[in-house]
């Protein structure tokens, strides 16, 4: 039972809210008429009576309330409404309705749970809406871009692209299809992880290769998701400006050209982003897309742990009821390929560990992805703390590596490692680099070539990490 005392505008409101959601409400008023029309509406119970009156109260059983709600014009009544709940139960939660002023000082020195100052209601009611807004804002421009596209919206998002790519460009391509055009969602790279082709495969999607692309500019829009500027990891040609960019990747946003631009570096995924604009567009968000549109927020978020926000979050509670958890299972604990465990059981064959470093080459791959994923499975072997494995695909030495020592930031030992030699980047937890074969000039021997990319590796991230000469 929840109990309101004093039932004006606000108080009724209250009550007939919590009488919606199917509880139990106690009202108490000292007005006989509101009190007689008050009897005729069904609360559990009504009781005419001085709210400050401690005898009224206990036998109206305040003492078993839920929560008591004191939401009176007159800060002065709450107060001492507030010290009578107080005196008679030490531990009903009071809600209390204090002056205009934020912080304000009436009830002081008094064990009220939650104060609410109108003003800062309405301030706050009043901030969200310009949200909204403004979000209604954009939306009418991404409209008015996509109603003009006869020959269709090519989606681009970033090269290799990960969940969140996938879902983002996903939902972009319904909200298109809501705004009467035709969306086609084109990658670089290749969908390499297993759990992102089994996104890709237990939900059906249609991707296109870029390759596969004989004429971007066929397309009437272009739109780029999770990415933002052509040619940054994303394979749009420099030349192209797109129409569209949605992203939440750090960026000097002069540099991004677009007619409709929203990149919020804030925020955990964009996913989070597209969820808020089905939702806003009132387009149904199916158990596909929830479930996409979860596991692009789970997997940029690191399940929820890395930069997560409100508006995350938010998103969350909004996909989490609509997903589908079996497929989500499934699309986590993807079957492993064939590939990637003779890459594992190379790793593991090859494998160096000096101290706390296990350092392991696989020798030539196809698949750089399996690469990330042979150093996931060794960063859990026993005394492990930093991992790196690489191996030659094409004429480049991928190295892919791991990390949980807290005092290594792997991003970093990778780019004063390889940095100047190839190209290196990443977290402090995870990491990878890439150096051409052209250093080695024309070695066309292949041990001999792994050989020499064994000592590049091995000698350049000791040496980066402070640790001189190599223990054979
Ligand atoms: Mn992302």
Same mark, same amino acid.
């Given at each position: ?9 606000? +108080? ?21 008429? %509101? ?10 119970? =009504? ?26 014009? @007159? ?9 009578? =709940?107080?005196?008679?139960? %030490? ?49 009418? @421009? ?20 990960d ?61 780029? =998701? ?7 990891? @994303? ?33 955990g ?30 997997t940029d978020t690191n399940d929820f742990t890395r930069g997560t ?39 593991? %064959? @090859? ?5 706390s470093f296990l ?12 690469l990330p994923q042979a150093a996931d499975h060794l960063l859990r072997l026993?005394?492990i703390s930093t991992v790196l494995v ?9 190295i892919s590596g791991r990390n949980r020592d807290i005092r290594i930031n792997l991003g970093e030992v990778m780019q ?5 030699? +190839?190209?290196a980047g990443g977290h402090a937890t995870a990491a990878a680099a ?31 990490l ?7």
């Open positions: 039972m929840y109990a309101v005392l004093g039932c004006g505008t606000a +108080g009724y409101l209250a009550a007939s809210k919590l009488q919606e959601q199917g509880k139990k409400v106690l009202i108490v008023d000292n007005d006989e008429k %509101r009190v007689e029309s008050l009897k005729e509406r069904e609360f559990e119970r =009504v009781i005419l009576g001085d709210i400050t009156d401690p005898s009224t109260l206990k036998e109206a059983g305040i003492e078993q309330a839920e929560a008591v709600l004191i939401l009176t014009t @007159n800060v002065e009544l709450n107060r001492k409404a507030a010290e009578t =709940v107080r005196r008679l139960s %030490r531990d009903v939660p009071i809600i209390v309705r204090g002056g205009k002023e934020a912080g304000s000082k009436e009830f002081e020195g008094l064990d009220v749970d939650v104060v609410i100052n109108p003003t800062v209601v309405v301030a706050s009611v009043a901030i969200e809406s310009l949200y909204d807004l403004e979000l209604k804002k954009k939306l009418r @421009n991404l409209r008015r871009i996509i109603e003009d596209a006869p020959k269709g919206v090519a989606i681009v998002t970033q090269d290799n692209p969940p969140d790519a996938i879902a983002s460009a996903l939902s972009l391509k319904k909200i298109v299809e809501h705004f009467g055009s035709v969306g086609e969602i084109i990658y670089g790279g290749e969908i390499g992880h297993e759990e992102n082709r089994a996104l890709v495969n237990l939900l059906g999607l249609s991707l296109t290769p870029i390759s596969k692309v004989r004429d971007l500019r066929g397309y009437s829009k272009i739109a780029l =998701v999770e990415a933002s500027i052509p040619g940054e990891n @994303n394979s749009l040609p420099k030349s192209i400006t797109p129409d569209i960019v949605i992203d939440h990747h750090q960026v000097d946003e002069s540099k991004v050209k677009a007619e409709y631009k929203d990149i919020r570096p804030e925020v995924a964009t996913s989070t982003i597209l969820t808020e604009y089905l939702v806003h567009l009132g387009i149904e968000i199916t158990p596909e897309i929830a479930t996409a549109l979860l596991y692009g927020i789970k926000t409100a508006q995350d979050l938010k998103a969350v509670a909004i996909l989490y009821p609509k997903a589908d958890h079996d497929l989500l299972m499934k699309i986590e604990t993807p079957v492993m390929s064939a590939e990637t465990l003779d890459v594992l059981s190379e790793a593991i %064959r @090859n494998r160096k560990i000096r101290g350092l392991t080459n696989v020798g030539f791959i196809r698949d750089r992805d399996t026993e005394g690489y191996g030659i695909g094409g004429d480049v030495i991928h004063k490692a390889f940095g100047n030699i +190839g190209s890439k150096i051409p074969l052209g250093l080695f000039g024309g070695v066309k021997d292949k041990a001999s070539l792994l050989k020499l990319a064994e000592e590049a590796v091995t000698d350049r991230f000791f040496k980066a402070g640790i001189e000469g190599e223990e054979k």
